[in-house]
Structure formats: C-alpha cells, structure tokens
DNA sequence: GCGCAGGGGGTCG
DNA sequence: CGACCCCCTGCG
C-alpha cells in the first residue's frame, strides 16, 4: 500500500540508518526489517511511500512505528528557532523521524549497544534472534522475553554477545516479572530509575531505552558523540533547554555529528 | 597480505 | 578508575 509524505518529513535511509535501529538493511532501492514480528519491505516513490503490507498491518503496526501521525514539519520548525546551528543539523537530514519501537526490544538492542560499535551490535542482534527468534518467512522475529528469561549465559555463548549476556538474562527476567508498559506513563525520573534497576542499564542505556522504545521525546541520550558534539557546537546549553522534542533535536545532532566528524579535529 | 595492538553509541565492582 | 567479550579497523 502507498501512503503520502512529503520527501522532506521523511527519508528511509536517515530513518533507519542513522543508530536508532538495527534490523533494517537496505537493499537496491528499497529497505527491509522486522519489527513487531512482521517483515517489511519498504520504498520512496516520489511523494509517496510504499509498503508491502495491507491496510490492516499499516493502522495497527507501521502507521504507529514510523510516527506517521506527528507532523514533524511543525517539531522542526520549533527546534530551528533554537540555533543557526541546529537548523543546520535539521537541514542537514531533515527526513530522520525517532520509531516508535517495541520497548523490550530496544531494551535489550541498546544494553547489547553499550562498549560497541555498529555493525558487531547487528551481528549480536540477528544472532540473538535466528537462535531464540521464530522464524517467519526468510526472517526470525526478535525472541520474546519469557524465552531469553528461561536461558542460562551459556545458552547465549553462540550470539557472543561477551559480558553483556547476563545483562540480557537479567533484563529478561525483569520483563517477565513486571509490566514494563507502566514505564510509558511514569514520571521520567522514576522511569529513569526503574530502567537503570536492570543490571547493564546505566543513564545512557536507560535513556535511548525511554526515547526509542517507550517514546519519551524528552530524553536526550548522551553518548561519547553527543558529548563531543554538545561541547563543541552548543557549549551554553543543557538537554533541558531543547525541551519536550528534545529527543528529536538530540537525533538531528548525533546524526549531522557522526556524518560530519571532521567538525571535532 | 597478515599479525597485532587499539578501542568501540557504557557499566559495574 | 580499570576491566570487560569480541570484533573491526588501521597500521607496521
């Protein structure tokens, strides 16, 4: 099915290559992944999006998981005001929109993510999933909480994901044992806390867990590049200061940072 | 080419 | 504040 969107509000490879997910490949013209156990292929045609899926799947799954229903046209011209700076960061991948993705699979992606670089968190990932996924077509879904909780370290030796594992196991069990959709309506320093009870969760991982998984657009993950990048292209300001999109804001950054390293020699 | 440090989207003890 | 699993990268 086709759904419409202006070219500007949103472009696949700024999407879903720019850090926030990790099992989206891109293909000749199209990319494909899984969330929420369905495969999905997906194009730009001109104005439009294409979606290999019919329109039961879109209103319940993939409307929701690119946040189709926020004008980010609006947040964008909001967070432009803030800086020249940050309008250039906008404009320089102003197609990235922040998915809404499934909270325990972005919880344990971003533990797998800390002390790591990219393409070995994705081989962790698909190794997590074709050992404990169902398989679904060509692709294994991301495995359900109750089955990592019933594993030992040693049955998670072949995803070698080192000393993360019993990091996975313990955020598993806490999966099982509470309902981690109460995180979504929390007070966020309360959600913080919850978080950061999982062993392996600290205030970085807890942060991206809040932003990509339970979309908390106030919080401002800050990693190694988001530090460099805040020191040197917005030395006065705090997180606090972009505010309720701050997420969002802090997405345009980390993204125009990493593609523009040569600005922190 | 190949072998070997160095360090990576942090966190724990 | 050092170690951590493992792998990818860069350099000799």
């Given amino acids: 099915m086709k759904y419409k969107i202006n070219q500007e509000d949103f472009d696949l490879e700024q999407t879903l290559d720019c850090g926030q997910c990790f099992r989206f490949v891109k293909k000749e013209d199209y990319f494909e992944g899984m969330?929420?156990?369905?495969?999905?292929?997906?194009?730009?045609?001109?104005?439009?999006?294409?979606?290999?899926?019919?329109?039961?799947?879109?209103?319940?799954?993939?409307?929701?998981y690119f946040d189709f229903d926020t004008n980010y046209a609006i947040i964008k011209r909001e967070l432009e005001n803030f800086s020249p700076i940050m309008k250039d960061a906008i404009n320089f991948a102003p197609g990235i929109r922040i998915l809404k993705q499934d909270p325990w699979e972005a919880l344990c992606s971003f533990i797998i993510s800390q002390n790591n670089n990219i393409p070995r968190i994705k081989g962790i990932i698909s190794r997590l999933c074709e050992n404990f996924g169902e398989k679904i077509g060509e692709f294994y879904s991301f495995p359900k909480p109750e089955k990592i909780a019933s594993l030992t370290a040693q049955d998670l030796e072949p995803i070698k994901s080192g000393f993360r594992a019993k990091y996975i196991l313990d955020a598993a069990k806490t999966a099982t044992q509470t309902d981690l959709n109460q995180i979504y309506t929390m007070p966020i320093d309360e959600a913080r806390a919850e978080l950061m009870k999982i062993k392996g969760v600290g205030p970085k991982v807890?942060?991206?867990?809040?932003?990509?998984?339970?979309?908390?657009?106030?919080?401002?993950?800050?990693?190694?590049?988001?530090?460099?990048?805040?020191?040197?292209?917005?030395?006065?300001?705090?997180?606090?200061?972009?505010?309720?999109?701050?997420?969002?804001?802090?997405?345009?950054?980390f993204h125009y940072s990493r593609m523009n390293a040569n600005l922190f020699d």
């Fill in 35 to 64: 969330a929420f156990s369905k495969i999905l292929k997906i194009k730009r045609d001109g104005d439009f999006i294409e979606l290999d899926c019919d329109e039961k799947d879109f209103e319940e799954i993939w409307k929701n």
């Fill in 206 to 253: 807890a942060e991206c867990v809040l932003l990509y998984g339970f979309h908390r657009t106030e919080c401002f993950p800050l990693d190694v590049w988001m530090k460099r990048a805040m020191e040197v292209l917005f030395p006065q300001n705090k997180p606090e200061d972009f505010g309720l999109n701050a997420g969002i804001a802090q997405q345009y950054i």
